[in-house]
């Protein structure tokens, strides 16, 4: 965001919030506080434990929150950060920074090695490899007493200097602390505004879409591993010169699930939120002890209560506290002013034809599922700047083929040109590099995110011929907007738009990418008569003039016959016709698959 | 010969331990064919089923047969409760809610069972009053007859429950299309519901049988988890063959591990089996390669 629009933006805000001006103020006193009024040492190292988990949870943020990948190994990561400062300054009398800086590069490689298991394990697969790297990171750390020291743990961890300051003194320390977590809560709150940024959330909210427009979800996830696992470390370093002792306990599962408990409670799609459910969970105990008698079975079973807390927060608050603040805030305020849509760039959408190859070849195509042959040989050629359109009756093999072009499925066998490029092994995102952009029949949008977010994916896919910089990509996403009509939608988020809507904004995200070919999977399912009219509008205006090639699939023959060029007529995964909608519509195969005429074997 | 009836000595505790690792694991499966999620807290069923039995028995001084039967019957129950409430208010939401919801359960029935019953683990006697066979240089040890014995008993109940009974079908049903299962009439909540109730069962079975072991402690269940759930992965994500075979491959590996190699990192051999094999054949033994459906 240019300075310029980042100054429009905070006066469409309203200048300065109250809310801001009271977060601000309390900032700044906490860390000062302790030099002016007297703080015991105890209290000092509960701020101490608060600050240093705040940092780990970020990473939570931003890993968990951000990104949807499950993370039960932050404890692990919190581990290789105090690790890698206790053994350098105690034991081997290294420099606190260099210590520093081993441990929380330890985390970021390991937690980079953890986000590659990724590339086929998501989910659940996730959750179990990072539980077995957290409890094989306990083994080790009880077990491998030459390096670890074993059960009995690290002691005196020093502290280190500031422009010749010895931070000594608990206070001066506890201000470094503060302000590394202040500093490091601003990136991890501005780090969804970024192109990482949106990737990841593109990732959360539909890995398979993101991939298609062209985010290399691998690379993302594998990145927020890191820098969920370089918090964890940093987090770990300062909590081992905090406190100038480790031991295992301090980095087991038990903690691990500390930190997600915390990210939850407070919220973990929020750096603030992140913050916030740290410090409620470590105060929390602290009050407890301070209530009545009857009342101290409590802190003997917190943990138990961390457990009923997480499922309550799940099934009742699941942005959690922030989250829940933040939607009364929301409510409260007026709504978002759309943005000025009189200055919106036409969409470029040209592509020049040069060369007479096809745009898009399938040559010998199969796809095999066990025994079953969804897609049995197919040839397709489909020509520059044409409409082909690939129809058959239900199951004959047509998603599965649009699967196969843009690198959801691997082929059986069989080649893909796009452009006159092989991209057969390439990846789908690598497509979309290629100039592949796509549709789904069953619409796959980011559903939290806005319309003009979701549409900025699609702008921001690799190779995109625009302009470097965020303005050129929200200029571009606009202008894809303004030309599926939904421009003064774009501050909406998607899941709050009507069936019709949320298409148009698909096609947009796809046209934003400037595709050479575009697919679409059933652009008409689901509308109804008047918004099948538009769709029709919209494709005719899509193929006048611009050179773009359009590969579509569709049940309405009435929509496909009007706007195709080219039809392919596919059967039990072989192609059975081709031609111009007028011939291939009145081939007698054809009118058999469709019809079941017997005496027309189809096979 | 001396080294034979050694590796054979070995090779009876792998099976009996994974034995335990199969029940815990077909656990698993029924819940993820049935709901999709895997429930973290499938292993605490084990925890809390051996602690119900120990108060039964010390608490109440019940006869072992009637603690035994008690046990089982609470766990049933409170698989139902655990649908209801850890899994039901989630069921239209994504696999991360759920996935988390579980993992807060396991938290929590781990550190109620703390509250009440301390951190001291528990005895169990076994189930026969003798210690066991000499056959050739092997000692068969009699729970580790028992629970090989009732793991057989249990897989060959499962084949005929699930192929040969109507609820068995419909159990079926729900887990491979709940929508179409929903439109032929097919209560699918309560066969969800029946899912998590013979799950605790089992999971509670395998925490009473292998009670007398490893000692009844808090952590019991998260090991066993564990270790299931890499079986569970290494069979095949979601097949009943699978989590069986995988069970046994991984209490086998892991006694085999732990006599040739170090008994501290016992544990951790079931994690690289779960790492090698999902590196080299992530489908597992018995899984189909699948990817997301457009």
Redesign the interface.
């Known amino acids: 965001m240019s300075a310029r629009e980042a100054k429009a933006a905070a006066a469409q805000r309203g200048r300065f919030s109250p809310w801001a001006v009271v977060v601000l103020v309390v900032a700044v006193a906490l860390p000062v506080v302790p030099f002016v009024a007297g703080v015991s040492h105890f209290v000092l190292s509960i701020f101490m434990q608060a600050t240093t988990y705040a940092i780990a949870v970020l990473g939570m943020v931003v890993v968990l929150g951000y990104t949807?990948q499950?993370n039960?190994a932050q404890a692990a990561f919190f581990g290789f950060g105090a690790y890698g400062l206790a053994l350098g300054t105690a034991a081997y009398g290294l420099p606190f920074w260099i210590s520093l800086a081993i441990g929380v590069g330890t985390a970021a490689v390991a937690g980079g090695i953890l986000g590659l298991?990724t590339i086929?394990?998501g989910?659940?697969?996730l959750?179990?490899?990072t539980?077995?790297f957290q409890?094989?990171f306990d083994?080790v750390a009880v077990?491998w007493i030459e390096v670890t020291h074993g059960p009995d743990g690290i002691p005196g961890i020093p502290r280190p200097s500031v422009f010749g300051y010895a931070l000594t003194d608990d206070r001066a320390y506890l201000l470094l602390c503060t302000l590394v977590m202040y500093l490091l809560i601003a990136a991890v709150w501005w780090l969804p505004h970024t192109r990482l940024g949106r990737a990841m959330r593109g990732v959360r909210e539909n890995e398979?879409a993101a991939e298609v427009v062209g985010v290399h979800t691998l690379r993302v996830k594998v990145t927020a591993f890191v820098l969920s696992a370089a918090l964890g470390g940093i987090g770990g370093a300062l909590y081992a010169g905090g406190f100038a002792y480790i031991s295992p306990d301090n980095f087991n599962?038990n903690r691990a699930?500390e930190f997600?408990s915390m990210a939850?409670l407070g919220g973990a799609q929020s750096p603030f939120g992140g913050a916030l459910g740290t410090t409620l969970l470590i105060l929390l105990p602290e009050w407890l002890k301070e209530m009545p008698r009857a009342l101290q079975?409590i802190k003997?079973?917190y943990?138990?209560i961390?457990?009923?807390?997480?499922?309550l927060i799940?099934?009742f608050m699941?942005e959690g506290i922030w989250g829940l603040l933040k939607n009364a805030w929301a409510r409260a305020r007026k709504a978002p002013p759309a943005p000025q849509v009189l200055r919106v760039k036409p969409l470029d959408l040209d592509i020049r034809i040069t060369e007479s190859t096809p745009m898009l070849r399938l040559e010998g195509l199969q796809k095999h599922f066990?025994g079953l042959r969804a897609v049995d040989g197919v040839d397709i050629e489909v020509r520059r700047g044409t409409v082909h359109a690939l129809i058959g009756p239900n199951g004959s093999g047509k998603?599965t083929t649009?699967?196969v072009v843009n690198g959801?499925?691997k082929p059986t066998a069989g080649k893909i040109l796009i452009d006159g490029d092989d991209v057969t092994p390439k990846s789908p995102h690598e497509r979309a590099a290629h100039g592949a952009g796509r549709t789904?029949?069953n619409i796959?949008l980011f559903p939290t995110m806005t319309a003009l977010e979701n549409v900025i994916v699609g702008a921001q896919r690799d190779n995109n011929p625009i302009e470097p910089g965020h303005q050129a990509l929200r200029n571009r996403a606009l202008s894809a907007l303004q030309f599926v009509g939904l421009a003064d939608k774009a501050e909406t988020a998607v899941r709050n738009l009507p069936y019709g809507h949320q298409r148009l904004v698909e096609i947009a995200r796809a046209l934003a990418g400037h595709p050479k070919l575009l697919l679409l999977?059933e652009p008409a399912a689901g509308l109804n008569q008047t918004e099948k009219m538009e769709l029709v509008e919209l494709l005719k205006r899509l193929r006048e003039g611009h050179g773009l090639t359009i590969f579509l699939i569709d049940h309405d023959m009435g929509l496909v016959e009007k706007v195709s060029d080219r039809i392919t007529v596919l059967n039990f995964g072989k192609k059975i016709a081709e031609g111009t909608p007028e011939e291939v519509l009145r081939h007698p195969d054809v009118i058999a698959a469709y019809l079941g005429e017997p005496g027309h074997a189809t096979a | 010969m001396e080294a034979l009836a050694n590796n054979l000595q070995v090779l009876f505790q792998g099976l009996a331990l994974g034995s335990i690792y199969a029940l815990v694991s077909l656990g698993f499966v029924l819940i993820i064919r049935a709901t999709n999620v895997v429930n973290f807290a499938q292993g605490d069923f084990a925890m809390l089923g051996a602690y119900i039995m120990v108060a039964c028995l010390t608490g109440a001084g019940a006869p072992y047969w009637l603690a035994f039967v008690l046990a089982l019957l609470a766990m049933a129950a409170f698989g139902l409760l655990f649908n209801f409430g850890v899994y039901y208010p989630l069921r239209h939401r994504s696999f991360l809610p759920v996935l988390i919801s579980t993992l807060g359960a396991s938290i929590f029935m781990q550190n109620t069972v703390l509250a009440i019953f301390g951190a001291q683990p528990r005895a169990m006697e076994k189930v026969l009053n003798f210690d066991g066979l000499h056959v050739g240089g092997v000692f068969l040890d009699s729970q580790y007859l028992v629970i090989l014995a009732v793991t057989m008993v249990m897989v060959a109940f499962q084949y005929f429950f699930f192929e040969h009974t109507l609820v068995g079908k419909k159990l079926q049903a729900t887990s491979q299309d709940k929508d179409m299962a929903r439109l032929l009439g097919i209560p699918v909540a309560l066969m969800i519901a029946i899912t998590f109730l013979y799950s605790a069962t089992l999971g509670g079975l395998a925490g009473v049988l292998v009670g007398p072991i490893l000692f009844v402690s808090i952590g019991m269940g998260s090991i066993i988890a564990l270790k299931a759930f890499a079986a569970t992965i290494i069979g095949g994500f979601g097949d009943v063959k699978g989590a069986i075979v995988g069970g046994l491959f991984i209490g086998v590996v892991e006694s085999f591990a732990a006599y040739y190699i170090s008994v501290p990192y016992k544990d951790a051999y079931a994690f690289l089996m779960l790492f090698l094999v999902l590196i080299f054949r992530p489908q597992g033994f018995f899984g189909e390669k699948v990817s997301e459906k457009a």
């Open positions: 949807g499950i039960l298991t086929r394990l989910g659940h697969y959750a179990m490899i539980i077995s409890q094989i083994l077990n398979l599962f699930i997600l939850l079975f003997d079973v943990l138990a961390y457990g009923l807390a997480v499922i799940m099934v699941p066990g998603t649009l699967n959801i499925y789904f029949q796959r999977d």
